[in-house]
């Protein structure tokens, strides 16, 4: 198991995450698709386990939240398709933006971790 020791800028990406978690958690009644069920436990879930591991990983990083946050981004990305809900324009692009964020971000720590000059030094 890999681990980046968290600078300013690593901690400042888990916050960023912690903030997308959070307002998908929020989004459906911020958006006002709290009515439909699917979608909103679709938002809190993911919204959930995007904030946790971002909390985790706060002090700091294993392979294994960035890992996690990959998976939860490009769910929350792909979710409007895969449960029908791409209609409701509001809760599909939350979730497109907010997990494409996600995804973006979790590549980029895995990257550090794997890829980078200072990752094969190792």
């Known amino acids: 198991m890999r681990t980046i020791t968290?600078?300013?800028?690593?901690t400042a990406l888990n916050i960023v995450n912690l903030i997308l978690g959070?307002?998908?958690?929020?989004?459906?009644?911020?958006?006002?698709?709290?009515?439909?069920?699917l979608m909103t436990w679709n938002a809190c879930v993911t919204g959930a386990v995007i904030?946790?591991?971002?909390?985790m990983a706060?002090?700091?990083?294993?392979?294994?939240?960035?890992?996690?946050?990959l998976i939860?981004?490009?769910?929350?990305?792909?979710s409007p398709w895969a449960l029908g809900f791409s209609a409701?324009?509001?809760a599909m692009w939350i979730h497109l933006a907010i997990g494409l964020v996600v995804a973006v971000l979790a590549a980029g720590e895995l990257w550090k971790l794997y890829g980078s000059p200072e990752a094969r030094s190792v």
């Open 6 to 10: 968290n600078k300013t800028e690593d």
């Open 22 to 37: 959070a307002i998908l958690v929020v989004s459906p009644w911020i958006l006002g698709f709290s009515g439909t069920t």
């Open 51 to 55: 904030a946790v591991v971002a909390l």
């Open 58 to 69: 706060a002090r700091q990083a294993y392979d294994w939240e960035e890992w996690v946050n």
């Open 72 to 78: 939860a981004g490009l769910w929350a990305a792909v």
């Open 88 to 90: 409701m324009t509001s």
